[in-house]
Structure formats: C-alpha cells, structure tokens
C-alpha cells in the first residue's frame, strides 16, 4: 500500500481548547490601539466577486489607501487582492504608495483547469504587475491521495511567480480534518510557498481559530527545523476587531514577536477594515460609530 | 509596536469577610471561640480572616445534632431531599461570583481557574446528586437502600468549596446527615456553603461545619457516633485515619496523594500533549492529587517535547491570582512552599537539571513557584517517587509500550495516568495495563460529576462521583 507522506498527528479536541484559551486573554489598553493598528496594516483587503468592474476595483484601491479620512495618520492595509483581469489597473493606481497588488490565480477558487493554463494565468498577473500571488491547491489531488501532484503544481507555480510572493491556498473548509489541514500545510511549506493561507472564502467554514492554530504549529515547526519564517493568512470570516485581536494574541503565543509585521502575518478580509476603524476611533472618542460614518470601498 | 501587555484585569474583591468565624453546628452559627487561627492569602500574606479550632466538645455537639438531624432526614422522601440539593446547587449557581472570588482570595487559585472549574464543578454535583436521590432504589435494581447515617468528612485545601461539594452532595441525597471538616488554610468557602444550606431552609443539623486543623480531623474521625468517615488528603494522614477506624466498625473511603505518569508516545497530537503536560502538571500549581507528575516521553521525540515545553511555559502567567489574565497563581501556604522549595533543592542534590524558563518577575510577597521541570530524572530519584504538589514537573523516558507500562506502575500510588497517542489500539491496550483509578487519553485533568473518581494502593480506595459514588454513603441489602 502507497504512504503518504508523514506529518504530525493532530488532536482536534485539544486543539479546539487550546484555540479557544486565547480569547480569554485582556489586552492592555495601549497595546490594543497599537494592535488595532498593526491588524490595520496586515490587512488584504479583497473584493473576489463575479460582479467586479473596474469602478469597484477603483474604490477599493482608494480605501486601502484612506481606511479613514477622519484619521490620516493610520496606516494603509498590506495589499489589495483583485482578480487577475484588474491586476493592471490596481497596479497603476498603487504604484509607489507601498500597498502591494495580490491577485488569485491558478482558476480561482476551484482550481480546475489544466496546469498549463493555471500557470499561464499566474505568469500574466505577475507581468501585469502583482506582488503577490494566491494561489489554490489541487484538493482533488490532495484527497485521493496523490500528494506529488499538490506538491509538484506547487512547485510549479512558484517558478511561473518569479519575484512575487506565493500564498497558497490550502481550502480547509474542503479538507475538512485537522489531520488534513497539518499535512497540507507541510507540503505548501516544502514545495516553496512563502504564505500558506486558510481559505479562499468560497467555501464554508473558511479561516477558524482551530485551523490556523494548527497551520501557525506548521510554521514553527519548520522554523524550528530549518530556521526559515513562513508567512500565515488566514481568510474569510473575519469580520469583527475583537476577533483580529484574539488571532494576534495566538499568533503571539505561538510564534512570537518576529511574527507580528504584514511581511510575516495578514488578514485576508473585506469588512474588518471598517470594524478596525471604528474600534480606534473609539479608543479616542468613546463611541463606537454608526456605520453609515465609515468609507466603503 | 507589538508591545502585548496585558492589562492588569482584577476581578473586584467587593466580598464580605469577617474578622472571625464559628462553627455551624445544628443550624446555628457558634460565636468565634477564643481558640483561633488566621486564614493568610498566600497571594499577600495578609491575613484575611480566623477560624475558631474546634476541640472535642464542639466535635461531639456537631455529631450530635447530627446523629439528631438524622432521625428525620433519612426518611424524609429521596424526591424532598432533592429539592433541597437543586435549592443549594441553583444557589452557588448564584453566588458563583463571590464564591470564585473568596476561593481565590482564600486559596491563591487563578480566578480563571475558580471561575471555570471550581464553582460551576460544585454546582454540578449538587445537581447531579440531587437527581439520584429519588432514584436510588433504581441505581442499585432489586436490592433496598438506606442511608448509614452520620458521615464525618475531611477535606483537603486545594479545591476547598469543590472538594466540599464531592463529600456533601453524595451523602446528603443518601439521607445522611453531615459533619464536615474544611482544611484549616481554606475554610471560607465552605463556610459559605454552610450559609446556602440555611438559605434553602436545609433542616437543621444536616449539614454541620466544623473548622479547624490535625485535632479536629482526629477527634472527628475517633468520635463513636460517627459511622462512616470519608478523607481526601494526605497519604500519611490517610494511613493514620485508616488505623484508627480499624475495629469500629466504621465506613471509610480514602482519597489520598498520588505520582501520576504522563505518558506520551512519538505517534502522539505533539502540540496537543505539550498542552496536555502544562494543563496536568499546572493547573492549580499543581496541587492536584491526580496531577500528571511524572512525565515519560517516548525516547525519540524526548528533544522535541523538552524544547516545546520550555517555549510553552514561556507563555504561562504567574503573579496576581485575581488577574484574570494569569494562569499560575501563588503557592497556598507558606508550608507548602517549603515544601516544594525542600524537593527542588533535593531534586539538583540527586543530579537531575531543573528548568525555570519563565520571563516575568513574581511578585515580592506571597509564595510563588514558577512553572518548571527537571530532566535527567531517574526513577530512584525522589522527585520521581514522592508527591511535590507543586507546579514541578518530573521528565523521564522510555522506548517501548512494556517499559512504559513498567516504569508508569513503578510507585506506591495510582490515581491518575494519561497517555497520549493517535493509535487507538494502543491507547486501549495501555489503559488496561496502567493501575490508576482514571487513565485519561489525549487529554489530562478532565473530571465530570458523572464520573467516578478514586484510586488504587497508596491513593486510597473508594469512589466519588457518579453512581459509584453514592454506594460509600449506602446500605445496600439483598
């Protein structure tokens, strides 16, 4: 009988513990402004939907630019995650503001398409401009074993990004186990993805606590082993400051300080910016805003 | 930027206490005698509170109002008896908040902790029991019941109220009448517990409170009119009470000390069983008597467990146990300190490495212990044989499942063991072969009112907790 590849056992029940412990945590007062602020700078801010024109791609680029323009001393977010057709157009709209272009590649979300093409998609995004590239695993592959191919299409598009950072899909929400999601993480990281990341927001669940616990475990091992940093986003589903806090605190818990820059750690999200916004206008005015008084993008 | 500071969050300490208390003895409250002894918060050394020392007089007017209270309260209908159990457990339900409050204050428990694990515990048994007290004729089918009658009950100070609520619930649903002795460094909360029994119009005389240390225990244990003992504390004491009850024809159960092993397998959830040991060998600073002591690691991942364990207890809280944000509170009383500070200095003298890998600073009074563990342990040692109750951790290893198996029976005691692995056949197969009451599987610490409790050898005999439970405080004829 074919083995797969060894990775660690995980323990879904221990895990769903552990994950929870970390919203039990009170967060000094300054430090939560400081930390609103840094979830503020690692956040995606993404607009993946079949109705996308280049007017919203438009007033998206501008609110990663202006999260608020009641309060311009707050950092932009990390990047804009488009798909590839608005790479360009997002890409000469940020140029030089230091906000990066993420686009989804690889036939976004599913992924079903033939290699060749998939590849051809990721090398026309990079040369339209993008700096980062999110693409989807072959889960088709991954569940019926043939862990080669995950691997190998991995492989691949990480030579058709070239310069541009690769995150890598992992779908937990199709993978379903924890078990699942640790060995995915494990081929993602071997094969060369720079970001792993939960979900592509099709699917439900998309990011949970439990799963990126288990992701984030990936990356300290391999830390541990090799001394590399991987980067970790997980996506979808966040929507709320307080619970961008609670990932904080466990990505703090379970990889450090050198974890808690946008290089190293994002959000992939669309509303969470607003709730951001208004959880440090409150910090200063004691009033959580309607939300009619934040800008959409 | 990324400063993680975590607010100091202290829950508010707006709880009554007086500078005194009496007992609680047919109902009534006695005035403070002028025997007393202080109740220090070992998170301070502040005295919080006296408690009067019961001498053999008040010992026999509590037995006796409870051998009074008896009389009624035996035959009263189990589904009456209940009432009065739901009555007290809705109650703690109730005042849960100042009950985690004064546990804490009493005892130096994290509030996270007493808030989660020891006040809503209580309550539940008190429901649990509640439910069998109109049912026992069918927990025991064909055979009648009755009640033995007055139990005299000792408890230890590591779950005061918890502990207080294993030995009452039971017995007061099999329609005995109670005389309980609470540790003399934690008796506050019991002593509340006493004030919900008047509350609920719990008759008088069922429950009766006694406080105070050694003697009081001895001359509640040698009193004639007592006739079923239950203890939950030291090996030695426990050894003591047991000679002493021989030839009465007195019940007893024991709950006594315990070196339980922590077993991990390289098949294991690794970062779920390094929770594991930190939640075993942790929680309560490890004044559990079922706390996983003695860690046995599968040799090859023994570099992989020491070095996520060392990170891990990085990430543990110690300091104000009223901070909801700590996670290891202060050491319960200055003997116990010295105690475990007597076994780390023992613990380097015989060769073993002692790591204390936590950052932040204890505060300067109160008795604190922060989290470690000692590698190269051999199992001569006598940080691998004796109980340390304390939040010391004692890591070996082994190579195979029989060498695991021997070197986890290899104690006077057997309580508790986990073992940690993804293989189910195995998990099975070692929780035949360990002695201990309980064998947990990938998880550690988990206890439940429905489930009974107790151990082999050296850690007593006897069960609490679950149907089980109710049979010490039963005669069962037919």
Redesign the interface.
């Known amino acids: 009988m074919y083995k797969g590849p060894s990775s660690?056992?995980?323990?879904t029940?221990?895990?769903t513990?552990?994950a929870s412990s970390f919203s039990?945590?009170?967060?000094?007062?300054?430090?939560k402004d400081?930390?609103l602020r840094?979830a503020l700078s690692m956040t995606d801010l993404t607009t993946l939907e079949g109705k996308d024109s280049e007017g919203k791609v438009r007033a998206l680029c501008q609110k990663a630019l202006h999260p608020d323009s009641s309060q311009p001393d707050l950092p932009t977010v990390a990047a804009v995650c488009v798909y590839p057709r608005f790479v360009a157009l997002a890409a000469s709209i940020l140029k030089g503001t230091g906000i990066k272009v993420a686009s989804v590649a690889t036939s976004f979300p599913s992924g079903q398409s033939p290699l060749a093409l998939r590849l051809k998609e990721v090398e026309g995004v990079v040369a339209d401009g993008a700096d980062e590239v999110d693409m989807v695993i072959n889960r088709g592959a991954f569940l019926s074993g043939d862990y080669p191919t995950v691997s190998k299409e991995i492989k691949a598009v990480k030579m058709a990004c070239g310069h541009a950072h690769l995150k890598v899909i992992l779908e937990t929400g199709e993978l379903e186990t924890l078990d699942h999601v640790r060995l995915a993480s494990d081929i993602a990281i071997q094969a060369g993805g720079d970001f792993i990341k939960t979900s592509t927001g099709k699917v439900s669940p998309a990011a949970t606590m439990p799963v990126t616990l288990v992701m984030l475990?990936a990356i300290r091992d391999h830390y541990?082993s090799t001394g590399v940093r991987i980067g970790m986003k997980p996506a979808g589903g966040i929507s709320k400051a307080k619970l961008a806090l609670h990932y904080l605190?466990m990505l703090?818990?379970t990889l450090g300080?050198a974890w808690?820059t946008p290089d190293l750690f994002r959000f992939g999200a669309s509303s969470l910016v607003n709730d951001l916004v208004r959880q440090i206008r409150r910090r200063h005015s004691s009033v959580y805003t309607a939300d009619y008084d934040t800008t959409l993008g | 930027m990324t400063d993680f500071d975590l607010v100091p969050a202290p829950e508010t300490t707006a709880v009554e206490i007086a500078d005194a208390y009496g007992h609680l003895i047919g109902g009534a409250w006695t005035s403070p005698s002028g025997n007393r002894m202080s109740s220090i918060n070992p998170a301070n050394e502040e005295v919080l509170t006296e408690f009067s020392v019961a001498g053999a007089d008040e010992v026999s007017a509590a037995v006796g109002a409870a051998r009074e209270a008896f009389k009624s309260w035996s035959v009263l209908p189990g589904r009456e008896r209940g009432k009065f159990l739901f009555a007290i457990a809705r109650r703690i339900q109730e005042r849960a908040r100042e009950l985690a409050i004064l546990e804490t204050m009493d005892g130096g428990k994290p509030i996270k902790e007493s808030r989660d694990v020891d006040i809503p515990e209580a309550a539940k048994h008190f429901f649990y029991y509640a439910g069998w007290a109109d049912k026992l004729r069918f927990a025991f089918p064909g055979r009648e019941v009755g009640a033995v009658g007055v139990a005299g009950q000792i408890i230890p100070w590591n779950f005061p109220l918890l502990m207080a609520a294993w030995k009452v619930a039971p017995a007061l649903a099999a329609g005995n009448t109670v005389v309980l002795k609470p540790a003399e460094t934690t008796s506050l909360t019991a002593l509340r517990l006493g004030e919900i029994a008047q509350e609920v119009g719990l008759p008088p005389g069922v429950l009766n409170i006694v406080t105070g240390a050694g003697e009081t225990g001895a001359a509640l244990v040698d009193h004639p009119d007592v006739d079923k003992i239950a203890f939950t504390g030291s090996t030695v004491v426990g050894k003591a009470i047991a000679k002493s009850v021989a030839g009465t024809g007195k019940r007893l159960t024991l709950e006594l000390g315990g070196k339980s092993p922590h077993i991990i397998f390289a098949d294991a959830a690794i970062d779920e069983a390094v929770e594991g040991i930190v939640q075993g060998i942790f929680f309560n600073q490890g004044h559990v008597c079922c706390a996983g002591s003695r860690l046995f690691v599968e040799e090859s991942i023994l570099e992989v467990i020491t070095e996520k364990l060392h990170r891990r207890i990085q990430t543990i809280r110690v300091g104000d146990p009223l901070d909801k944000n700590t996670d290891l509170g202060a050491i319960n009383s200055k003997e116990q300190w010295e105690i475990i500070q007597g076994f780390l200095k023992t613990g380097a003298e015989e060769g073993a490495t002692l790591h204390s890998p936590s950052k932040g600073e204890v505060p300067k009074r109160g008795y604190w212990v922060p989290p470690c563990f000692f590698t190269g342990v051999e199992p001569a040692h006598t940080i691998a044989r004796e109980e340390i109750f304390g939040p010391v951790l004692s890591v070996m290893t082994f190579r195979t499942p029989s060498e695991a198996i021997e070197r986890a029976n290899n104690t006077p005691y057997g309580l508790a063991a986990g073992v940690w692995t993804d293989k189910g056949a195995k998990a099975l197969e070692m929780a035949h072969q360990l002695k201990a009451g309980v064998v947990w599987l990938n998880s550690y610490n988990r206890l439940d009112a429905a489930s009974p409790f107790g151990g082999y050898k050296e850690s007593g005999f006897g069960r609490e907790g679950g149907r089980q439970g109710i049979l010490p405080y039963l005669k069962v004829d037919g």
């Open positions: 660690r056992a995980v323990d029940i221990a895990v513990a552990r039990k945590r009170s967060i000094k007062r300054e430090s400081a930390l840094l475990q541990t605190m703090h818990e300080e808690m």
